[in-house]
């Protein structure tokens, strides 16, 4: 009897499933491999149902004789503990950044003359309408809101990239690659106020007000899934920052950074050559503590942001606020630095791990940008921020076309280096 291997990493099992298994079963004993929660959040959709259920709804079809945990979207583990003589998968993976894990399957069977079978994708209305409930379920407040929760206990270190925009958000949520044979995309996104105010030309000071920031968020959340993450600036006043709580909370934002300053922030890249204002610990806590008393689900994040490493406070101030700031209430700690070696990142992470195991740490690797998400999760951090690079990349690339275009007048100079206008269209989703 020749033994048939397919992997799925679905949590509603329709008609072009239980297709693969009627194929499969026609082959030989039919295994079914469930892709991890680990595996599955790397590349592929966020889980709405857990790991056992979905190895007990794999269990429950008809025909399948035996159902393995899949720990590595790769396949290597699965093929060397089963040896199948065929491995069964729709032919979607020959394109797209899957195609990789179809060249690696291929290149493990072939070491003892295994072979992949492509079975035609089902593509009907029926199927489309479960892909796209399975979609809006995740973009769904509720699930939104706690999946940055879920991630911190599924995954070494969650990474995060700004967005500012619906495109912005589109790429966030969409990207993926593959390098040196893994797959990888972003598993949040930050919405941040230095390119929240930049995409609509003003400076970050707090200037872009409630109204406008949410407008963004809404943006945002209309075209993806993936958790948000919210940069609060201060927060504001106490007063009115327990109201942003509750409204980021209605929308199913994750989490709100603030940070411990007063008075007219400005960017903390400036560091010192702007005048800036700490919060007293005591004030900073209190916000902290009221904002959490205001908190209506368990699933929402309040970040205390620690300035004192950008204000040259020293490490001491940087770690008796974040005693003080976990004390009071708050769930995690960002700690920033403007330096372009991460030396005092590591120590604040260090120091603060040999006393608190649990509270999440929070990066933002701008300067420091040596140092690898890897890295900084050996040293405790287990939230590492992009905060600007797509500002950042976007910015010079639209002011050289304006210029090129101002040059030439005519566009076709620079034409080689713009997107086709049908990748664009393609990017953006039509019901
Ligand atoms: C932001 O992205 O707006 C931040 C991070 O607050 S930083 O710009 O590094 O201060
Ligand atoms: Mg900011």
Redesign the pocket.
């Known amino acids: 009897m020749k033994t048939v291997y397919t992997c799925f990493c679905t949590d509603i099992v329709h008609e072009g499933h239980l297709n693969i298994i009627r194929e499969a079963r026609e082959r030989g004993k039919v295994i079914v491999g469930a892709l991890s929660d680990k595996a599955l959040i790397r590349y592929n959709k966020f889980p709405t149902i857990s790991q056992d259920e979905r190895v007990r709804l794999y269990r429950s079809i008809e025909g399948v004789e035996e159902v393995v945990i899949q720990d590595d979207a790769m396949y290597d583990d699965v093929i060397t503990l089963i040896h199948p003589d065929y491995v069964l998968h729709g032919d979607n993976w020959k394109e797209g950044p899957e195609a990789a894990i179809r060249e690696h399957v291929a290149e493990l069977l072939a070491q003892y003359g295994g072979e992949i079978v492509d079975i035609p994708y089902t593509r009907n209305e029926k199927v489309k309408k479960i892909d796209l409930q399975l979609r809006e379920k995740l973009a769904m407040p509720e699930y939104r809101r706690k999946r940055l929760r879920q991630l911190l206990k599924m995954t070494p270190v969650v990474k995060v990239m700004?967005a500012h925009s619906g495109l912005t958000g589109l790429i966030v949520e969409k990207t993926i690659v593959e390098h040196e044979g893994r797959l990888d995309q972003f598993d949040a996104m930050?919405v941040?106020?230095?390119?929240?105010?930049t995409a609509k030309g003003k400076p970050?000071i707090e200037l872009v007000d409630m109204t406008s920031r949410f407008r963004t968020i809404d943006d945002i959340m209309e075209v993806t899934t993936k958790p948000i993450i919210f940069?609060g600036?201060t927060g504001g006043l106490t007063e009115h920052f327990v109201y942003t709580v509750r409204s980021l909370e209605r929308m199913g934002v994750s989490a709100v950074?603030i940070?411990d300053k007063k008075g007219l922030k400005k960017?903390?890249?400036f560091g010192t050559e702007v005048a800036q204002t700490q919060a007293t610990i005591e004030e900073f806590s209190a916000k902290i503590a009221a904002a959490k008393k205001a908190q209506l689900t368990d699933d929402f994040m309040i970040i205390a942001?620690i300035e004192s490493l950008?204000l040259e406070k020293g490490m001491e101030d940087a770690l008796e606020r974040a005693r003080a700031f976990v004390e009071a209430g708050a769930d995690g700690i960002m700690i920033?630095s403007?330096k372009k070696d991460p030396a005092e990142i590591l120590a604040f992470c260090d120091s603060f791990r040999s006393e608190n195991k649990t509270t999440p740490i929070v990066v933002?690797p701008?300067?420091f940008n040596v140092i690898t998400e890897e890295e900084l999760a050996q040293h405790g951090v287990n939230i590492v921020?992009y905060?600007?690079q797509l500002t950042r990349s976007a910015f010079p690339a639209m002011q050289q076309t304006a210029e090129d275009i101002l040059r030439y007048h005519r566009a076709k100079e620079v034409d080689d280096r713009l997107m086709p206008i049908k990748k664009i269209i393609t990017l953006i989703d039509e019901l």
Do not use: F, K, P, T
């Open positions: 700004e930050w941040s106020s230095l390119c929240d105010s970050d940069d600036d950074i940070e960017n903390s890249l942001r950008i920033h403007r933002v701008s300067s921020i905060a600007n």
